[in-house]
Structures are given as C-alpha cells and as structure tokens.
C-alpha cells in the first residue's frame, strides 16, 4: 500500500507563489510517474502536472501557461509542485497521485487545500 502526505496548503494572494510537497512512503517511488491533480468546488478532479520516474518525461495541463513546475527528489521519495502567479481561479484541493496517467492515478494523497485570494 503506497501511503502519500502532501504539505499544508493555505491561503495566497492573487499573484502569489506557493510550494507543495508530496513524501512518499512506497520503496519503489523512483520508479513511478508522479502527478498532481486538483478538485475546485463543484467540479471535477482535473490534471495539473505529472513526472516520469526519472524526471525526463513532465507534462502540464494547458491553463498553467508555464506558471507551475513540477519536480521530484528520488533520493527523499519526494515530488514537488511550484506555483507562481497565482490566480483565484487556482483555488482548490491539491492531490498527490503515484503511478499516475493524464486521466488518473493509482494511489492519490488525503488532499490539501490551496486558496488564492483576489
């Protein structure tokens, strides 16, 4: 069982930046695509960004328009989401996922909720 604990989200303002991390407990972490999907009220979960195992392979939704980066450090069993520029429209919960595809992951973080104010 891979159990993921994402950092305490908060409250930013619009413009803001933020950092969230996600630890791994799973052994085989290095070898597995990492991602970071949101939920926003009263919508779906949708993708954000994901990570090959070796960190060579990323992909973005399109509504970052470059604002966030995702990252990972094998060595900590730790992936990172960066968030810059900060809009309202990206408050919502955060997730963490391992062994993840564009439309989902396997295992997903408890969530944590990330509110940017205008």
């Known amino acids: 069982q891979v159990q993921l604990v994402e950092s305490r989200g908060g409250l930013v303002q619009a413009g803001g930046s933020l950092r969230l991390s996600c630890a791994a407990s799973?052994?085989?972490?290095?070898?597995?695509?990492m991602g970071w999907f949101r939920q926003a009220p009263g919508k779906e979960r949708e993708f954000v960004a994901d990570i090959s195992w070796n960190g060579v392979v990323i992909s973005y939704a399109d509504f970052m328009k470059g604002r966030f980066t995702i990252s990972r450090d094998n060595a900590k069993n730790t992936v990172y989401l960066q968030m810059n520029t900060m809009k309202p429209e990206d408050t919502a919960i955060y997730y963490c996922?391992?062994?993840?595809?564009?439309?989902?992951?396997?295992?997903w973080g408890q969530g944590t909720q990330v509110t940017v104010s205008s």
């Open positions: 996922g391992a062994i993840c595809t564009g439309t989902g992951c396997d295992y």
């Open positions: 799973e052994g085989t972490f290095s070898r597995d695509t």
